[in-house]
T-cell receptor, first 111, second 115 residues
Framework: GNSVTQMQGQVTLSEEEFLFINCTYS??????LFWYVQYPGEGPQLLLK?????NKGSSRGFEATYDKGTTSFHLQKASVQESDSAVYYC??????????FGSGTRLLVSP | EAAVTQSPRNKVAVTGGKVTLSCNQT?????MYWYRQDTGHGLRLIHY???????EKGDIPDGYKASRPSQENFSLILELATPSQTSVYFC??????????????FGSGTRLTVL
């Protein structure tokens, strides 16, 4: 079936540290993959989107690579800021009208 | 910039009462969605629609109805609200075509408390 797994419930970092958030997806087809970010009091918003055509996406210093071999789509950032504190969702398309959200990873960045 | 507006922002309801959550989008998107967000569960799909007049069941539709009277509006209806429906509800729109490769645009959410 269609599923997304985020094993890290929370990641705590200091400013300027390297960020790595793990995401793996089920192997049904070659879905479009997304990372959404949700700031407190707001709805989720698109951070970046990657298809099999482009393989890698980047936005606001964040990067994610579509790895079909390991069925992973990890999110990385070289140097986080306090303003990056939010919940990050890994999301996959299903080929139909729905998408599937991972359980989310809360990032806390201290100054 | 896509705009999705939800109302009300906050709602307190009594058990057994009827609750209607409203969503309006101004981007001419075909697809609209209702999610609920609870700690430990992330975002779960309740109902969705791929155009005016259509509603489809999502992953957790029990206890909810949906209505899509126009391209712009999509409502979520709780006919008999229960405390287990206390949650934050998000509406989203996405896509002028079909398919789940489209970006979703979310509203700011409605916090519903059922006493």
């Amino acid at each position: 079936g269609n599923s997304v797994t985020q094993m890290q419930g929370q990641v705590t970092l200091s400013e300027e540290e390297f960020l790595f958030i793990n995401c793996t997806y089920s192997t049904t087809g070659y879905p479009t993959l997304f990372w959404y970010v949700q700031y407190p009091g707001e709805g989720p918003q698109l951070l970046l989107k990657v298809t099999t055509a482009n393989n890698k996406g980047s936005s606001r210093g964040f990067e994610a690579t579509y790895d079909k071999g390991t069925t992973s789509f990890h999110l990385q950032k070289a140097s986080v800021q306090e303003s990056d504190s939010a919940v990050y969702y890994c999301v996959r398309g299903t080929g139909g009208y729905k998408v599937v959200f991972g359980s989310g990873t809360r990032l806390l960045v201290s100054p | 910039e896509a705009a999705v507006t939800q109302s009300p922002r906050n709602k307190v309801a009594v058990t057994g009462g009827k609750v209607t959550l409203s969503c309006n989008q101004t981007n001419n998107h075909n697809n609209m969605y209702w999610y609920r967000q609870d700690t430990g569960h992330g975002l779960r799909l309740i109902h969705y629609s791929y155009g005016a007049g259509s509603t489809e069941k999502g992953d957790i539709p029990d206890g909810y109805k949906a209505s899509r009277p126009s391209q712009e509006n999509f409502s979520l209806i709780l006919e008999l609200a229960t405390p287990s429906q206390t949650s934050v509800y998000f509406c989203a729109s996405g896509g002028t075509g079909g398919g789940s490769a489209e970006t979703l645009y979310f509203g700011s959410g409605t916090r519903l408390t059922v006493l």
